[in-house]
C-alpha cells in the first residue's frame, strides 16, 4: 500500500519539475520509505531522497511505501524486471500473489523478494495486459515499458485504488492523489460546474472519468490506459472486465448460500495475508459482523482487534450490536466516541486529505476509526465496504425490487413486499411506492411528483441560471427501462454509488498510514451476486440480503443475522449541526461562501434554521454546502469557467 505520482513529458519539459514537494504532499500515504526512477535518453536513474537527475525525464516514477508485505530492502520501489525493460510504481496489493508466483516459476520466472509487487512486474512480462484480469486484489500502478516507450496506467476491478491525471502543454502527470498534480503546478484549480450541481443537490461524486476540478480526470475503474513516450498521447482509457450481471444462474437459494459462504470466507482468508498487525472495522451491522466472525472462524485464535465508532445519539448507536459481536468473537474492541466540537476542529484536516467535498459527517467517524487503529498499531483493516451495493442493503433498493415485480406483472408479490414493508423500522409501503415510482416513471413524467415532494432538481438554494449558462443539469432519476430492474439498479450503484465511499475510505485510511481492505470487493463475489434471482437479494417479505444471510448462519450471531433495520455507518448528524449553529452560520456568512455565485446564501441560511428548529425534515445537504465551502477555500478554488 503506497502512494505513487509521475509524469511522462515532452522533451524540454521535464527538467522543470521538483519532485520533492510531489512527494512530501502524498508522504501519509507510505511513511516508511521513499524512492524515484527517471527514464531519459534511454537510460534510467534511482534513489530515495530527490536529487535532479543527471539526464533530462521523459518519464519520472515516485513512490511513497507503507510496508504491508515483505517488509524488507527487498520490496523497495520504484521496482524493475531483472532484465531492465520494464519499471513500476504499485499502490495496493495483490492477495494471490502467492499462487500467482508458483504459477509463474513454473513457466521459468525467478523471484527474490516475498513483495506482490515483484509478481505483477512478471506477471505484466508474462501475459501483459491479460495479467490484470488474473489479479485478486485492489491496485493503481504506472508500469514503464521502455522497450515499447510506453507508461501503463492501470486501476483495480471496483476503483479501490485511485488514480489521477492531467495533460496540460506536452506534458501527463498522473498521482493517488489530486494534490500530487496540483504539487506539479499543471492542474488548473477551475471547478467543474456538472459535477458540483450533482455534488451539491445529490451528493454524487468520483464516479466516470470526471472530477470536481475541470482539468483533473481519473481513470475509472477497471480502466487501463497506455502512453506514447515519444510525443506523449494518451490512448483512450480501455475496459478489461465488466460485471457478469447475464443470465440469472439456475441455482436452488440453500446451493446459492452454500456457495455464497464458500467464496466469502476464501476471500477473507486472502485478505488476511500480511506481514503486520491486522483487525478490522465493526459498526455492528452484517456486513462488518460478517467479517470480524469469518476471521473468528478461519483462526480459533487469533487476537482480534476491532475499531467501532459509538454514536452518542441513541438512535444512530449500534454500541449494543458491537458489545454483542464482540463478545461472540471474543474480540479485543476499540470504542471511538466523537463530538460536536472535535469533528469541527477536523474539518480542516479532512479537507486537506480528501482534495474533493465529502457528502456525509460519517467521513470524520470512519477517519477516526484508522486513526483510533494506527495508534493501537494496527497497520491492516479490513472493511465490510461494497456488500450493500452487491446485496441489495440499501432501503432504495426494496423500491427497485418493487418495480421488477410490477414490470413483470406479479401483482401478488408486489403485494406481499409492499406488506413486508410495513413491518420495517423507519420504512413503509409509501417510500417504498415513492422509490418505485422513481424506476418505473418516465423522466418527463417526474417533474411535479417531485415537486410535490420537496425534491425538485432546483431548489430555492441553487441558481438554476448560473448552471444553465454552462450547460449543467440536475435532472438525475433511477428510471430504466430493463426488465430486472433490481439487477441494473444495483450495477448502476456499484458503477455510481460505490466511488465514492471507496474514496472516502482511502482517503481516511491513508491519512492514518493505515491499509484498508474490503473482501466483497472481488470479481469472483460480485459476478456471483449479480447472476442470482432477485428474490434470492430482497426476499419476498423485504429482508434484505437474504442469501447472506443464510450464508452466514452458524458464523454469525443470529441476532445479528435478523436485523432489519437500517442504520448503516451513522452518526448524529443533526445533533452536531445543531450543537454547532454558531460554527455553521459564519461558514454560511463567511467572504468564500459569499464567492460561491451559484448558492443562494439567503436561501440557504433560511434553510438551516427551518432544519435546525425542525421546521423542515433533516438531510444531507447542510453539510455538503458548509463541505464545498471549506474546500473552496482550502484549495483556492475558482468558479469562473
Known amino acids: 500500500m503506497c502512494g505513487i505520482a509521475g509524469f511522462v513529458a515532452k522533451p524540454g519539459r521535464g527538467r522543470s519539475f521538483c519532485a520533492r514537494g510531489v512527494l512530501e504532499s502524498i508522504a501519509h500515504r507510505g511513511p516508511d520509505d521513499r524512492g524515484w526512477l527517471s527514464f531519459g535518453a534511454g537510460a534510467v536513474e534511482r534513489g530515495r531522497a530527490w536529487i535532479p537527475p543527471a539526464r533530462e525525464p521523459e518519464v519520472l516514477l515516485l513512490h511513497r511505501r507503507l510496508s504491508i508485505l515483505d517488509t524488507t530492502e527487498l520490496g523497495w520501489q520504484p521496482m524493475s524486471t531483472p532484465d531492465g525493460r520494464f519499471h513500476v510504481v504499485f499502490n495496493g496489493e495483490i492477495y494471490n500473489f502467492l499462487e500467482l508466483r508458483d504459477e509463474l516459476v513454473a513457466l521459468g520466472h525467478r523471484f527474490t523478494s516475498r513483495s506482490d509487487t515483484e509478481v505483477l512486474l512478471a506477471a505484466y512480462a508474462q501475459w501483459g495486459r491479460d495479467a490484470l484480469r488474473r489479479f485478486v486484489g485492489m491496485f493503481a500502478f504506472a508500469l514503464l515499458d521502455t522497450q515499447r516507450s510506453t507508461v501503463l496506467l492501470a486501476r483495480d476491478f471496483f476503483g479501490i485504488k485511485p488514480l489521477y ?120 451491522g452484517i456486513d462488518s459482523s460478517a467479517i470480524v466472525c469469518a476471521v473468528r472462524h478461519l483462526d480459533k485464535n487469533a487476537e482480534i482487534h476491532a475499531f467501532s465508532f459509538i454514536s452518542a445519539e441513541a438512535e444512530t448507536s449500534e454500541e449494543h450490536w458491537v458489545d454483542l459481536v464482540g463478545d461472540a468473537a471474543n474480540l479485543i474492541v476499540h470504542k471511538v466516541r466523537i463530538t460536536s466540537g472535535s469533528f469541527a476542529d477536523h474539518v480542516q484536516e479532512l479537507s486537506h486529505f480528501h482534495d474533493e467535498p465529502f457528502a456525509r459527517t460519517s467521513t470524520h467517524a470512519q477517519y477516526e476509526i484508522f486513526r483510533a487503529a494506527r495508534a493501537s498499531g494496527v497497520k491492516v483493516l479490513l472493511d465490510g465496504q461494497g456488500a450493500d451495493e452487491l446485496l441489495a442493503g440499501y432501503r432504495l433498493f426494496l423500491g427497485a425490487r418493487l418495480a421488477s415485480l410490477v414490470r413483470g406483472g406479479e401483482w401478488k408479490d408486489a403485494a406481499r413486499l409492499l406488506r413486508g414493508m410495513s413491518e420495517l423500522h423507519a420504512f413503509g409501503p409509501v417510500q417504498g411506492l415513492s422509490f418505485c415510482a422513481d424506476y418505473l416513471l418516465p423522466p418527463s413524467l417526474q417533474a411535479l411528483p417531485r415537486y410535490l415532494a420537496h425534491k425538485e432538481a432546483f431548489p430555492a438554494w441553487l441558481k438554476r441560471s448560473w448552471f444553465a449558462e454552462r450547460n449543467a443539469d440536475a435532472m438525475v432519476t433511477n428510471y430504466t427501462t430493463a426488465r430486472d430492474v433490481l439487477k441494473d439498479s444495483l450495477a448502476r450503484s456499484v458503477a455510481e454509488g460505490l466511488p465514492p465511499l471507496l474514496r472516502y475510505e482511502d482517503r481516511n485510511s491513508m491519512a492514518a498510514s493505515v491499509e484498508s481492505r474490503v473482501p466483497f470487493l472481488t470479481p469472483e463475489l460480485a459476478n456471483f451476486l449479480a447472476r442470482l434471482p432477485e428474490s ?40 452536531w449541526l445543531t450543537e454547532l449553529d454558531g460554527w455553521v452560520q459564519t461558514i454560511l456568512d463567511s467572504e468564500e461562501a459569499r464567492k460561491l455565485e451559484f448558492i443562494n446564501l439567503s436561501a440557504a441560511r433560511k434553510e438551516w434554521s427551518d432544519i435546525r428548529d425542525r421546521r423542515k425534515p433533516f438531510d444531507f445537504r447542510v453539510w455538503r454546502w458548509l463541505s464545498l465551502i471549506r474546500w473552496s477555500e482550502y484549495f483556492q478554488v475558482t468558479y469562473d469557467n
Open 165 to 284: 491525471y492531467t495533460l496540460q502543454d506536452g506534458i501527463l502527470c498522473f498521482g493517488s492523489e489530486i494534490k500530487a498534480l496540483l504539487e506539479f503546478g499543471l492542474a488548473s484549480r477551475a471547478a467543474n460546474p456538472a459535477r458540483l450541481l450533482r455534488y451539491l443537490r445529490y451528493g454524487m461524486s468520483d464516479f466516470g472519468e470526471e472530477t470536481m476540478f475541470a482539468a483533473v480526470r481519473q481513470l475509472p475503474p477497471a480502466h487501463c490506459m497506455e502512453i506514447s513516450i515519444e510525443n506523449v498521447v494518451a490512448e483512450a482509457p480501455k475496459c478489461y472486465w465488466t460485471l457478469d450481471s447475464g443470465e440469472t444462474l439456475d441455482i436452488g437459494f440453500d446451493q446459492a448460500a452454500e456457495q455464497l459462504r464458500d467464496m466469502f470466507l476464501r476471500s477473507v482468508q486472502l485478505h488476511l495475508r500480511s506481514d503486520v498487525p491486522l483487525g478490522t472495522a465493526l459498526s455492528g
Open 536 to 575: 434470492f437479494l430482497v426476499s419476498p417479505d423485504g429482508t434484505s440480503k437474504a442469501v447472506f444471510r443464510k450464508a452466514m448462519r452458524g458464523i454469525v450471531p443470529d441476532a445479528i443475522l435478523d436485523r432489519r433495520e437500517k442504520l448503516g455507518f451513522a452518526t448524529p448528524e443533526r445533533l
